[in-house]
């Protein structure tokens, strides 16, 4: 059966660091690229990262660009997204899913398949 299973979130103070995991059961991930989304509450849904197939090519919105980091965990068939000095804007629910590319301006429109189930990121200031 093909899924992405989250893992990780929580609540954490501003400044501190949280990893979330995306893994992929039914596929092999790394054969994919991969984006992370997250949406606050009473916000629209806004792109985050995402990595193309084999760690070739990363994007980072701007918002998170120098604090957050994307990468593969191909032993767990996973991506991983730390999140490092993190701040109260943060503050949402993150779901990872497969991207028909990462190689592109518009990365964030090239969703397919199935999402995570999602994962709530809380950061108190």
């Known amino acids: 059966q093909v899924a992405l299973v989250q893992s990780g979130g929580g609540s954490v103070q501003a400044g501190g660091s949280l990893t979330l995991s995306c893994a992929a059961s039914?596929?092999?991930?790394?054969?994919?690229?991969v984006g992370w989304f997250r949406q606050a509450p009473g916000k629209e849904r806004e792109s985050v990262s995402c990595?193309?197939?084999?760690?070739?090519?990363?994007h980072y919105a701007d918002s998170v660009k120098g604090r957050f980091t994307i990468s593969r965990d191909n032993a767990k068939n996973a991506v991983n997204l730390q999140m490092t000095n993190v701040k109260p804007e943060d503050t949402a629910i993150y779901s990872c899913?497969?991207?028909?590319?990462?190689?592109?301006?518009?990365?964030?429109?090239?969703?397919?398949?199935?999402w995570g189930q999602g994962t709530q990121v809380t950061v108190s200031s």
């Open positions: 899913v497969r991207l028909r590319t990462c190689n592109s301006t518009v990365w964030w429109t090239r969703t397919f398949g199935s």
């Open positions: 039914g596929f092999i991930l790394d054969y994919v690229a």
């Open positions: 990595i193309s197939p084999s760690d070739k090519l990363r």
